[in-house]
């Protein structure tokens, strides 16, 4: 099992809310990366965080938005919920740096339910 | 950007065979390949990776070759156990970048 950790597991919200998910990376990881998995699907890289700056972006709207703290952990926030938002929402961590590693390692997600 | 293409979508193969999953990808920059293995309400479970320096990177029964010049890359397993019922994803990726592009996914299914 890795060290990263999602909460909360599950939420339900309805067209129209907002709703912020968090993640904790494992120890030792800087840089944190949010995906969204559809139904049957592959995950889609939404953003990623390093030093508490975007580094990198998907193909998704700005009601998108993230922060990373401190201490590396993140959130994702998501305005004006859609429908489509329903997915399964991933993050994974990594440690960039000098020499540069892009291993990834998942936590067990947040399914948002968008009614 | 980059299009990674993942096949079969489907695998069903008998216990102690193998099983072979193939992925293309679209742009000769990506250098490394992660395979995950997602089992049903779980987390994406790094399996193996390889990166475009080496063609071939084997782990006990598993291994992943790669074809950098016509960009395609496979995973193999070898004596399938019903524990390796899940779903497999591929990805391409700069290994110094920030964002991994993933395959839509094979369901193997492992029939004792």
């Known amino acids: 099992e890795t060290g990263v950790t999602q909460s909360p597991t599950h939420l339900i919200k309805t067209r129209g809310q907002q709703v912020t998910l968090r993640c904790s990376s494992q120890?030792?990881?800087?840089?944190v990366s949010w995906y969204q998995q559809a139904l049957g699907q592959g995950p889609q890289f939404i953003f990623q965080?390093?030093?508490?700056?975007?580094?990198g972006r998907g193909n998704f709207p700005p009601r998108f938005s993230g922060l990373q703290f401190p201490n590396y952990s993140s959130e994702l926030n998501v305005n004006a919920l859609e429908l489509d938002d329903s997915a399964l929402y991933l993050c994974a961590s990594s440690l960039v740096g000098r020499a540069g590693k892009n291993i990834q390692y998942f936590g067990a997600g947040t399914r948002l339910s968008v009614l | 950007g980059e299009n990674v293409e993942q096949h079969p979508s489907t695998l069903s193969v008998q216990e102690g065979d193998s099983a072979v999953i193939k992925c293309t990808y679209s742009d000769s920059a990506s250098n490394y390949f992660p395979w995950y293995k997602q089992e049903l309400g779980k987390r994406p479970q790094l399996i193996i990776d390889i990166r475009s320096n080496v063609g071939e990177k084997k782990d006990q029964r598993i291994a992943v070759t790669l074809n950098k010049t016509a960009k395609h890359f496979s995973l193999h397993i070898t004596e399938t156990q019903p524990e390796d019922s899940a779903v497999y994803f591929c990805a391409a990726s700069l290994f110094t970048g920030n964002q991994f592009y993933f395959g839509t996914g094979t369901s193997l299914t492992v029939i004792p």
């Open positions: 965080y390093y030093r508490e700056e975007e580094n």
């Open positions: 120890s030792g990881h800087n840089t």
